[in-house]
């Protein structure tokens, strides 16, 4: 049976309130709805309604009863790694007598995970050597990021009194997430939390001070609002900026890991490669580890893998993407694939570039049809000369440094005999999605 404490503990930070958990309390007792009403005083659709929320906020996913199987094997299994973690006789508990605990909440499972050694080496150091404060891990839709840190915290988590895992994808209000994560922290202690925002964070740095913490934030692009030309947040997000701003400036042993296909102001403004703020570019997996995903899938034609992970860049979720069609319609083959010159851009992808593509500024929207067209890399000089009668030089240089941001672009040094110059272009998964955008007709599609 679950202790209580713990699982009221586990409701708060999973934002479920007390009428919903007196409900799931009853649920999980194995009243019907009809008695559940009636010992509650509401009506049948009221327990649904509440029931179905505690669904919906535990993330369970179908239909009908399931729901509640789903819900009690989910609330027993986090119970017994609570008390496993609690008990447990490893040295490392021993030795630093604390409790850890941890919440992932929308953490995938990532036992499939390959290569990476030198980014986990990286940020290792930086979080302990260097006691970076904030960790950035930046990069487009599907390269990694996710997987990533849940790696990273996975690998690093008995150095750490708390972990805590928290997905923004359902853009959670800023003074939600705080008072989750500040419930896990005082556990198992009541505390009044503060209404004010900076209050909160205030109370929030106090924790994160007593405590070796580490707090994973994961999808922050969501909680970005930069349709202008510069990053804003949305009005009800904004705290978000605030507590980049403060976790990165004040003093204190925990550490922030976030990911974000867009880098947030706050970061840019603060970071150094020698500070306690920094971002992590990820990049694709190398031939190495790509070529296990492929092998995974069971593909064959070996000797073309090279060629198809060089197309998608070694982006694991486009690797895996097309992998997929090539078993279903070419008989698992790279070899036939690569025959037909076409590129598979999934659904997935053209939802994460449509929602990226629509935040851009014009003069960055007509930097990125420039370099759909051209096939050769571009530098700043020739981009001007291209688009002088569109966009002015310095919109030109900022719509440049904000596409990076975006992790829109690829960049190369080139070097000559005394300058060096940096060029521009677009792998092949954007630009074919560029050139798609723009063969549409342009008023309903190109989001003008
Ligand atoms: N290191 C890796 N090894 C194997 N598969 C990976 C790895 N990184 C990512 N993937 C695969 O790619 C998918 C997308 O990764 P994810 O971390 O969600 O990307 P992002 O957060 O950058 O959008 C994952 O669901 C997983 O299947
Ligand atoms: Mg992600």
Known sequence: MINQDFLQTLATANGVSNLELDVLVLAMNGDSTTAIAQKLKISEDAVRKRLSEVYRKFKIPGNGPVKLTKLQQLLVSQYQQYLAQNSSDSPSSRQQDINPYQIWSGAPDVSDFYGRTEELATLDQWIFSDRCRIVALLGMGGIGKT?????????????????????????????????????????????????????????????????????????????????????????????????????????????????????????????????????????????????????????????????????????????????TTIQDVFSSNVNEFLKYEFLVVSDMFREILDWQFKRLSNPEKEIMYYLAKENNLVSVQNLQQALQQLITTSELVMALESLGWRSLLEKVQSHNEDTSETLFSLQPVVKNYVNKLMALPRKENRHE
Not at 194 to 209: K, M
Not at 286 to 298: N, R, T, V, W
Request: net charge negative; proline share 3%.
């Open 147 to 323: 997987y990533l840190s849940v790696k990273l915290a996975k690998q690093i988590q008995e150095q750490f009194e708390y972990i805590i895992w928290q997905s923004l994808h359902h853009s959670p209000s800023i003074k939600d997430v705080l008072a989750n994560v500040i419930t896990v922290l005082s556990y198992p202690q009541k505390i009044d939390l503060p209404e004010a925002l900076d209050q909160r964070v205030s109370l929030l740095i106090n924790y994160l001070r007593e405590h070796h913490c580490l707090l994973v934030l994961d999808a922050v692009e969501i909680v970005l609002d930069s349709s202008a030309a510069f990053w804003r947040y949305n009005n009800e997000l904004e705290g978000y900026g605030i507590l980049l701003r403060r976790l990165g400036e004040e003093q204190h042993q925990s550490c922030l890991l976030m990911t974000s296909i867009e880098k947030p102001r706050e970061i840019a403004l603060l970071e150094s490669s020698t500070g306690f703020v920094r971002s992590l570019e990820v990049k694709g997996l190398k031939p190495e580890a790509a070529k296990q995903i492929l092998q995974s899938k069971g593909l064959t034609g070996e000797q073309q893998w090279s060629e198809l992970i060089q197309t998608y860049r070694g982006n694991p979720l486009a690797l895996k993407i097309v992998a």
